[in-house]
């Protein structure tokens, strides 16, 4: 049995362990407060650490029994370094202020002996203070040291060599100065300043003395180079963090001046013999580049060989340039960079071969930027024929694309896109090979291998195109060459989805067989016969593309393509009977028809849906041509109507078809009676709309299940619609009197019976008579009230709607639910 204390007993207990616990507490703070105090520096007097631990209930406080103190917190160095360098420029600023002010005022000897005091203290004081450890000390007065010396300088030559050229005395200055600097900060080491002046230094003797000798513009270039050699050495191999980014920025700056000299150079060569020096620049620096390369980290030794590819590229290139004509020149500096694809079997590192690997891409689609241009001419060129529709056929291809391209200067253009889409097919052609060659530096996969494919086929698509254009091929040749072009395409998008070429093979001649047939069909508008030959042509390749391919995709593009040619040619067939747009109404749905006919046939087929649609495209185009004839509109709605009931026989097309045969047969049915100037409609729709009624009943009772819409929709609509743009006309009261009866009546018996398309019909048309009716009255109403008033009516209104913003949201949801469960 378990012993349970009584309460007060118990209560004592607890109060005895909490003031253990809380006199534990305040040992445990206690000790850590002195173990604090003993880890800040002590001063000399103060007794040594570490107290013997007491053992319980010792109440130790600190050695001596007095409180520890905490060293006060020393200045920041942040606070430090900026009173250093105020410190450094005062002094900077008063050196120079004597050198430049009060030089005149003392003789030679006062003035060398000043500032070769000032400059040898102040180079030497660095040293004493690296000793005490006083390192930012030291670096203010080595930036001191710094200014001084170049004053010295100035003094130098103001005073000792007066006469000398001053472009000359820098560049021997700046050597002597930099060596100096470089001797110091190897010298005291830990100073961070004079390794990175030194190379700041350095980079202006080469320079200098080019420029101050009158070098031309070549040996300026070689100074840049050596100079960006050395920084590029310096960058390697140079001691600090500092030294090496001060050294990898002068490279940078050097070697991109000494590179451009060399491509300036070669750009404005007069000939091949002259190209020859800034190539001889050009290829030093990629040497130099590559060279460097190999100890560089791996980022920059990508740029590097990117540069260096490109660097060989305007060396070679430009030798080639000076020697070919003017519009050869882009593919001579195509072949250099074609030629930088012998690199994949060089011994180079991994980073620098991918960037001359890259440099060849980057010249190759440089070229194909300038050659791509005239192939959009061509393929856009022939829109200007859709205004002089079979005008007669022009005088060769140029004719027919109009003067805008200098087509003699093109002659080469067509030869760069022959050449990459070579290379481009090659590489697909024998891609294991290739893989294998490019192992070491990348490992290109199978969408490289696609994309080459499908850029091989554009590019060599293009080329022929634009070859016929600069050749100046007659109009026939043209629009042979044209759809002959259009039927390789198709017989390899064919080909290449039943074979597996690649997906990026087959959209590539896909989409080329799309653009070169419109391309085509457009160049043919010239001539009658042409537009015959073409658009027919084109209709059997793509029916016939269609259905040798498997792939659902590709042949639903072509199905959908062989129905707009279908139409193009019931256009072209209207033209030639000589109709009017009206009249070319009807015609258009020729093609319409067949589609419906052909979706009946295919069913289920995933071609159905496109096709069916593309024909619908071709009724609106009707629809648009007969808008202006209101009997030939009338009759091409019901024809439309017709088609969508055909349609609409198919279960699966029933919900969408069968509606709109009914609103097309009903639009017809106005249409038609607004022709025929029909002041009493209902003479015509009421004889419609009850036997209409009747049917729907009859098909309720069969059905309970049906619709309303479906029973009741279309002869409710065939009299109340047309009434109701009539009373909207109808200055008289009786048939607005007799709509609104009747849509009430309607309204009501939807209600009645739960019948949703009564009840949304007869309110609809209920609500637009009323408003008919109320029209003049709120006009009225509206011109005698303030101005001010209809907007603060409508503010009230939008803040009553927003505050009970939830409850109409939920009175929505229910009427919807309401209306959804009716029928």
Known sequence: MEHVPPPAEELALLDRELAQLDARRAHLLTRRAWLVGALQPQAPNAPRWGAPPVGRGWAPAQPWGSAPRSAKPSAPRSAQNVLLTLGGLLLTVAAVAFTLVSWGSMGIGGRSAVLALATLAALTAPAVLLRRKLAATAEALAALALVLTLLDVYAVHAVAAPDADGLTFTAAASAVLAALWAAYGLALGKLYLPLPAAVVLVQWPLLLGAWAAGAPAIVVGWALLATAVLDGA??????????????????????????????????????????????????????????????????????????????????????????????????????????????????????????????????????????????????????????????????????????????????????????????????????????RGAAPLVTPGAKARGAAGAGALALGWGALLLAAATLGAPYAVAVVLETVLVAGLLVVAVRGAGRGAGPAVTVSALVGAVGGAVSAGLLSLASEAA???????????????????????????????????????????????????????????????????????????????????????????????????????????????????????????????????????????????????????????????????????????????????????????????????????????????????????????????????????????????????????????????PRWLPPALAGLLLLAVGATYEQRLRDARRLKDVLGRMR
């Open 234 to 435: 310096i960058a390697l191999w140079g001691r600090g963090i500092g030294v090496r980014v001060t050294a990898g920025i002068g490279l940078a700056v050097t070697g991109s001046a000494a590179l451009l000299v060399g491509l300036g150079e070669s750009l404005t060569a007069d000939g091949p013999l002259v190209a020859l020096l800034p190539a001889a620049l050009l290829l030093t620096a990629a040497v130099a580049t590559l060279a460097g390369a190999w100890r560089a980290p791996e980022g920059y030794a990508q740029v590097g060989g990117v540069v260096a590819g490109l660097a060989v590229v305007a060396a070679g290139g430009g030798v080639l340039r000076a020697a070919v004509p003017g519009t050869w020149h882009v593919p001579a500096y195509l072949l250099c960079g074609l030629a930088l694809l012998s690199v994949v079997r060089a011994r180079l590192p991994r980073s620098a071969g991918r960037g001359l690997l890259l440099a060849a891409g980057a010249v190759v689609a440089g070229a194909l930027v300038w050659a791509l241009p005239p192939v959009a001419a061509v393929l856009l060129g022939p829109v200007r024929l859709v205004a002089e529709v079979w005008a007669g056929a022009p005088k060769g291809f140029r004719g027919a694309l109009g003067p805008s391209m200098p087509w003699s200067e093109m002659v080469a253009a067509p030869v760069v896109l022959a050449v990459v889409a070579a290379g481009l097919g090659a590489g697909y052609r024998w891609w294991p090979s290739l893989v």
């Open 531 to 785: 537009t015959y030959t073409v658009s027919g042509a084109l209709a059997v390749l793509f029916v016939a593309a269609a259905l040798r391919t498997r792939a659902g995709v590709e042949r639903a593009v072509f199905a959908v393509a062989a129905v707009v040619w279908g139409t193009v040619l019931t256009g072209c067939a209207a033209r030639s009977l000589g109709l009017a747009p009206h009249e070319a109404a009807p015609l258009l749905l020729v093609v319409p028809a067949l589609t419906v006919l052909l979706g009946a046939r295919l069913r289920l087929n995933p071609v159905s849906l496109p096709v069916e649609l593309t024909g619908a495209s071709g009724v609106l185009v009707a629809v648009g041509l007969a808008v202006r004839e209101a009997p030939f509109l009338a009759m091409v709605l019901a024809l439309c109507g017709v088609l969508a009931a055909g349609a609409a026989v198919r279960p699966e097309r029933r919900p969408v078809a069968g509606y709109l045969a009914a609103a097309l047969f009903v639009a017809a049915t106005w249409v038609r009676l607004g022709a025929s100037e029909v002041s009493v409609p209902e003479a015509y729709t009421l004889p419609v709309t009850v036997p209409a009624l009747v049917v729907g009943v009859l098909r309720r009772r069969e059905d309970p299940e049906a619709s309303s819409w479906t029973a009741y929709g279309p002869g409710l609509a065939a009299t109340l619609l047309p009434s109701l743009a009539v009373a909207w006309t109808d200055p008289g009261w009786p048939r607005p009197l007799l709509l609104g009866v009747a849509a009430l009546v309607i309204t009501l018996l939807g209600a009645r019976y739960r019948l949703q398309a009564l009840l949304l019909i007869g309110g609809a048309v209920l609500a637009l008579d009323t408003l008919h009716e109320l029209t003049p009255y709120v006009v009225q109403v509206a011109g005698a009230l």
